[in-house]
């Protein structure tokens, strides 16, 4: 009997070793393909401005003041399978070319001083941007994981390009490094 016991034990040993062989194996190959979604802000000339790795689902904010009715508007996104949501948008006046119809696929809420547009299923992977100045049309992004950025100041009367894109893990290192960068206090978009 206790002749089989010690059979039982390098049995289990050999077992547990291959179990974090393939265990290890599996991380190897299928973690470097995992895609991680990616947010990059690039100007005219294609040079990237900005660019960080993106939680999916997670959220950032474009808020500026609209230049005809000079009134506060948040733009709210969310970026999900490499693609750009229009999540929700907050304003305090409809006329001047703001929105002023419930989406299909949305819901209008009135929640004081905010008329608030939700859903609508509008999903880019691109957006152009208009960049204001601190006289008109001044915006302020929320962009994780930056923080709040001025972009009104650091490249005022510039059209840039927003893009969600879906990258290999294996290659966000290297976005890490560059979302490491620029939260930093170094970086010149930090406020």
Avoid at 29 to 38: A, G
Avoid at 66 to 81: G, R
Avoid at 143 to 169: M, T
Wanted: charged share 25%; hydrophobic share 45%; with cysteine.
């Amino acid at each position: 009997m206790s002749h089989e016991k010690g059979r039982k034990r390098p049995r289990a040993f050999i077992f547990t070793i291959c179990r974090a062989a393939v265990i290890f194996f599996c991380g190897a190959v299928i973690i470097p393909e995992l895609p991680v979604n990616c947010l990059s802000v690039s100007g005219d000339d294609g040079r990237v401005i900005l660019s960080a790795p993106m939680r999916m689902g997670e959220l950032f904010t474009a808020e500026y003041i609209h230049s005809v009715q000079l009134t506060p508007v948040v733009d709210e996104y969310a970026v999900l399978q490499g693609r750009i949501w229009g999540w929700r948008e907050l304003t305090m006046s409809h006329n001047a070319g703001l929105p002023f119809a419930e989406p299909e696929h949305g819901r209008f809420v009135s929640d004081a001083p905010w008329m608030i547009i939700q859903g609508g299923r509008r999903a880019e992977e691109r957006i152009a941007y208009r960049v204001g100045t601190s006289k008109f049309g001044r915006n302020v992004w929320l962009l994780p994981p930056f923080g709040e950025i001025w972009i009104h100041e650091k490249i005022p009367s510039r059209r840039v390009f927003i893009e969600a894109s879906v990258k290999r893990s294996g290659s966000a290192a290297a976005i890490n490094q560059t979302a490491e960068a620029a939260a930093s206090d170094r970086h010149p978009f930090i406020r």
